[in-house]
């Protein structure tokens, strides 16, 4: 997609979807042991739990045999949040009802296109439960995985699994993290001992996805004989835990936040900058005339086109000098908002007035092993983690400073954004010491994680304050109105607030789907927390364009943004778009 001038890709967004299928509250849920699941794609469960416990016949000639408990019985795949966007289909997500996780089946060549392979895609949580049939006794599971790192074919951080006699409660036998293979393609075998035999009708299976999972045969060896087995402790189901969408101190009483980018070189210069006069129509909001009625966005936040953050530019020190001085550069982006949110202030009569703004930290690529030398003590290399932590503290500590000497009294510095859109377990030791040092500053970090991506479930375990998770709806041409709804179902679940994204086309299908994003806001309470806007300079074309389809999204915007837009508005809006 290019902009209006045909110049650059303003942003390109891949929507991967790796959904961590969370629960969505529709009127079809179905509760599944410890989990209300809603999916359309993945069949209706064929376990029924009981807890009339049963037993293998010891006549049988195998009773007392070691060996594959799982070879054959009957499975169900659970996802948390319904898969949808166009992988809701046998090339990203194989039915149960095919029976490969336990057919005896092994791929014969460590590739995706081999049939064999179980796949597994979008939805960064997957459980895999399994009746055995009868009680039985377990000590050890095995399993093997692709690792293929050119197709995004990976291992998970952790899988866990855990053992039930009735489906009611379950304990944990083991948590295991699969071992990088030595090649590029390869299988990860992964097999670990429960340390002693347990009794166990139904075996479940639980790992998150950071893209593809694809695997091979899933093994749980033990015998049908309970003899010397131990009786498991079985913890109950949990009941659900609401966190709500977070309140407004969480981000230093930030309600409205407009993402801000700049920083394209080798491009246009022109796109390295705001003016002025582009802030003036998002600090303010213009009536049709032109006259100023009010303010609009109170809070701010810095950050480079992704074409800077993923181009050679963002990966040494001079690229991530350059950021820092076209962020700070006289007469525009800070310095002209500084300048603008005066102005309209004092024209508002609104005393003190002032924007909050906060500043992006870069990410320290750990295969950049010639960073460059940031203090004269030496060049830094990123596969070192002391290394990554001086850079990660030179560009908190740069921007602080030039805040401070440039002296922008009409604004206020709340804290900084990480502008990865996915974390996992390598990056948690760079991103908690970030957070710690920010927050020694009396600031505050935050996420913008792309529709369930890696980590987002546990956004608060890295150090983030808040997290605000795109739905990624606008985007993503197999993604259907609901999206929009599981989106703020898992945002609500977990704590998170919803970003809102408008498409840089002016037409009437991309602007009916940015009002959906409103009008769903309204009815599921995401209109009143805190909000983050991706718009790409929509807003600003929008104030003074002749187009009134395009006049519609400033306009109901302004008074979502303001939480007075009621159902009626916004639909009656969306019926007007022509």
């Known amino acids: 997609h290019w902009n209006s001038s045909g110049v650059f890709p303003v942003k390109i967004r891949f929507c991967l979807d790796k959904a961590f299928q969370l629960v969505y509250n529709c009127a079809k849920r179905k509760k599944y042991g410890e989990t209300i699941m809603p999916d359309k794609y993945y069949e209706s469960p064929r376990i029924v739990f009981t807890d009339k416990p049963s037993y293998w016949s010891s006549e049988d000639s195998d009773f007392n045999i070691r060996q594959n408990l799982l070879r054959g019985v009957p499975y169900d795949i659970i996802p948390e949040m319904p898969i949808d966007g166009g992988f809701d289909c046998a090339h990203f997500n194989t039915l149960a009802s095919e029976g490969k996780v336990n057919d005896g089946n092994f791929a014969k060549a460590y590739t995706f296109v081999d049939p064999a392979w179980n796949r597994f895609t979008g939805g960064a949580k997957r459980m895999v439960i399994f009746d055995l049939g009868h009680l039985s006794a377990v000590d050890s599971w095995s399993i093997s995985i692709l690792y293929e790192k050119e197709t995004g074919c990976g291992l998970p951080d952790f899988i866990s699994v855990y053992g039930s006699v009735d489906g009611k409660g379950w304990q944990k036998l083991a948590t295991s993290r699969p071992e990088k293979p030595k090649w590029d393609t390869d299988r990860a075998v992964m097999t670990v001992d429960f340390g002693d035999r347990y009794i166990i009708r139904y075996f479940k299976v639980e790992f998150k996805l950071e893209l593809h999972v694809y695997c091979e045969q899933f093994e749980l060896y033990g015998t049908k004989s309970l003899e010397n087995a131990k009786e498991i402790v079985q913890v109950p189901d949990e009941a659900e835990h609401i966190a709500g969408y977070p309140t407004y101190d969480s981000i230093k009483n930030a309600h409205n936040v407009l993402l801000v980018y700049h920083c394209m070189p080798d491009v246009n210069d022109r796109n390295n900058y705001v003016t002025a006069d582009e802030f003036k129509k998002i600090v303010g909001y213009y009536d049709k005339d032109g006259k100023l009625e009010d303010t609009f966005f109170d809070s701010f936040l810095f950050l480079p086109y992704t074409r800077f953050e993923f181009g050679e530019e963002s990966k040494r020190f001079e690229g991530w000098k350059y950021y820092v001085d076209c962020q700070f550069r006289e007469g525009y982006n800070i310095d002209a908002l500084n300048k603008v949110t005066g102005e309209i202030g004092k024209e508002l009569g609104i005393e003190n007035y002032k924007s909050k703004v906060f500043f992006t930290i870069m990410y320290p690529r750990p295969e950049i092993h010639d960073f460059g030398d940031i203090d004269g003590n030496g060049n830094l290399d990123f596969a070192r983690i002391?290394?990554?932590?001086?850079?990660?503290?030179?560009?908190?500590?740069?921007?602080?400073?030039?805040?401070?000497?440039?002296?922008?009294?009409?604004?206020?510095?709340?804290?900084?954004?990480?502008?990865?859109?996915?974390?996992?377990?390598?990056?948690?030791?760079?991103?908690?010491?970030?957070?710690?040092?920010?927050?020694?500053?009396?600031?505050?970090?935050?996420?913008?994680?792309?529709?369930?991506?890696?980590?987002?479930?546990?956004?608060?375990?890295?150090?983030?304050?808040?997290?605000?998770?795109?739905?990624?709806?606008?985007?993503?041409?197999?993604?259907?109105?609901?999206?929009?709804?599981?989106?703020?179902?898992?945002?609500?679940?977990?704590?998170?607030?919803?970003?809102?994204?408008?498409?840089?086309?002016?037409?009437?299908?991309?602007?009916?789907?940015?009002?959906?994003?409103?009008?769903?806001?309204?009815?599921?309470?995401?209109?009143?927390?805190?909000?983050?806007?991706?718009?790409?300079?929509?807003?600003?074309?929008?104030?003074?364009?002749?187009?009134?389809?395009?006049?519609?999204?400033?306009?109901?915007?302004?008074?979502?943004?303001k939480e007075r837009l009621t159902s009626e508005e916004i639909k009656k809006a969306i019926s007007d778009v022509k």
């Open 386 to 561: 002391d290394d990554m932590k001086k850079a990660v503290k030179w560009m908190i500590d740069e921007q602080m400073r030039r805040y401070r000497e440039g002296n922008y009294a009409n604004t206020e510095l709340g804290g900084f954004y990480w502008f990865e859109e996915s974390v996992t377990e390598a990056n948690r030791e760079i991103i908690c010491f970030a957070a710690d040092y920010i927050h020694s500053k009396g600031l505050c970090l935050f996420w913008i994680p792309y529709y369930t991506a890696a980590g987002f479930a546990d956004w608060k375990s890295y150090g983030f304050d808040i997290a605000c998770m795109q739905p990624n709806y606008v985007f993503n041409a197999n993604s259907k109105r609901e999206r929009l709804y599981y989106n703020a179902e898992a945002a609500k679940k977990l704590g998170l607030c919803v970003e809102l994204e408008v498409h840089w086309e002016q037409t009437p299908e991309m602007i009916t789907k940015y009002l959906e994003y409103l009008d769903v806001g309204v009815e599921e309470g995401y209109m009143n927390t805190v909000k983050m806007y991706y718009e790409s300079g929509a807003f600003r074309s929008a104030c003074v364009s002749d187009n009134p389809n395009w006049r519609l999204i400033y306009d109901c915007t302004y008074k979502f943004a």
